[in-house]
């Protein structure tokens, strides 16, 4: 699925403009690319919940659906961490 560009409300592949924001659908491949690689940041924000918390205050307004992933991501990797620690 695609997501829009502008507002990263998901689109469905037929659509030529984002029903959301207006936004001209011209690159859907770029988005789907872009929402791939957001496995690996997701990952490393997991690892390391303050790459997470970077990454999500850097894209939260040109990348929100990557960003939401790395926010979520280094919350639960922080929560893990917390109870790691304290069993210790």
Do not use: H
């Not at 560009?5 to 469905?12: F, L, Q, S």
């Not at 490393?44 to 991501?73: E, H, M, Q, R």
């Amino acid at each position: 699925m695609a997501y829009c560009p502008n507002c990263g409300e998901p689109v469905r592949d037929d659509q030529d403009v984002c029903l959301s924001c207006g936004n001209e659908l011209k690159e859907k491949k770029t988005v789907a690319l872009e929402e791939g690689s957001a496995v690996g940041w997701g990952i490393l924000s997991f690892l390391i919940p303050l790459v997470g918390l970077i990454l999500f205050l850097t894209w939260k307004d040109t990348k929100p659906n990557t960003a939401k992933v790395c926010g979520v991501l280094a919350l639960v990797g922080f929560i893990l961490n917390i109870f790691v620690i304290s069993s210790l």
